[in-house]
């Protein structure tokens, strides 16, 4: 057996080591959980940086037909006459 000032030792290093350990992951875990929030906020900011630019090309796209038929009664737009022609080319 061990004399009583190698076992207080012993034990005093295991106890150091358990409590490094202990600090030691709660500071890594920290670093993670920071690391991961980042993370996060640059993908948000990268899918709406690539969802505004869709936005834009979506708006400077021509229209397929630049006189689409306007169906809306209450549009200003709305061609009566237009829309019975359409209505007769298709029953045709």
Do not use: C
């Not at 150091?16 to 920290?30: E, F, K, N």
């Amino acid at each position: 057996m061990g004399s009583a000032t190698v076992n207080v030792v012993r034990y005093t290093t295991l106890f150091t080591g358990v409590v490094y350990g202990w600090y030691h992951r709660r500071t890594l875990q920290a670093a993670y959980d920071v690391h991961k929030i980042e993370a996060a906020k640059h993908q948000r900011e990268h899918l709406i940086a690539e969802a505004k630019e869709a936005w834009i090309k979506k708006q400077q796209a021509p229209l397929p037909n630049a006189d689409t038929l306007v169906t809306d009664p209450e549009d200003p737009k709305f061609d009566l006459e237009k829309l019975i022609a359409r209505w007769e080319a298709t029953q045709q």
